[in-house]
């Protein structure tokens, strides 16, 4: 069974562009979640999305936005890039409608540097 | 407010020994606990899972633990290898709309 899978690897950006970054999930899974790992900060929670419908998200700006496909895979979108975006992207799958509660599977990442 | 605290940040001991990764929560409420683990630069890998009606879950060398009462959870690692080098973290739902990690142990296995 294939995991979940993103791409790409790696992005480099400059200041002020836009990125996106993009998710698989699991087969028959319909939730999706995207974290960011920055340099020393551990995982914060970003956005959680799950039949199409943005369900939750984390305290960030506006600049970083996403969303679900309907054979459920994921884009997120981070415009005005900034410096302090620069971090890895994590992105994770889970079954059902129990969003969190149910076990999370996660991707290799995307890894993205602003210059 | 649901917090979540590993102690100790790194650890490096050698190879062969059994260890014990520790992981507290603030609420005790909690649906259930995923242990991780996160080679560097890499994804995550999920471990294990407890939900909260267990007292422990078993996968090869590894065993966690779930105290609710005393917001505990250890994660056990026997004859360690090695291999085994790679941050270990420990994460529990918060409400019903996001989940919440603890800040992770770097572990280090001495050859």
């Known amino acids: 069974e294939a995991g979940v899978t993103q791409s790409p690897t790696h992005l480099i950006k400059t200041r002020g562009q836009q990125a996106t970054l993009r998710c698989s999930p699991i087969s028959g899974h319909t939730s999706v979640y995207w974290y960011q790992q920055a340099l020393g900060l551990g995982l914060q929670f970003l956005l959680w999305?799950?039949?199409?419908?943005?369900?939750n998200r984390g305290n960030f700006p506006p600049r970083f936005s996403g969303r679900q496909f309907p054979n459920y895979s994921s884009e997120l979108n981070v415009n005005a890039l900034e410096l302090e975006d620069s971090a890895l992207y994590l992105c994770?799958?889970?079954?059902?409608?129990?969003?969190?509660?149910?076990?999370?599977?996660f991707g290799p990442g995307t890894r993205l540097t602003v210059l | 407010k649901q917090e979540v605290t590993q102690i100790p940040a790194a650890l490096s001991v050698p190879e062969g020994e059994n260890l014990v990764l520790n992981c507290s929560f603030t609420d005790s409420a909690i649906y259930n606990l995923q242990w991780f683990r996160q080679d560097p630069g890499k994804g995550l890998t999920s471990l294990l899972l407890i939900q909260s009606s267990q007292r422990e879950q078993t996968s090869g060398r590894l065993n966690a633990s779930l105290d609710k009462s005393s917001g505990r959870s250890t994660l056990y690692i026997a004859a360690s290898q090695p291999g085994d080098s790679a941050t270990y973290l420990c994460a529990v739902p918060s409400g019903a709309s996001k989940i919440i990690f603890g800040s992770g142990t770097r572990l280090s296995i001495r050859p």
């Open positions: 999305y799950d039949e199409g419908e943005e369900r």
């Open positions: 994770a799958s889970s079954l059902g409608t129990g969003g969190p509660y149910n076990e999370q599977f």
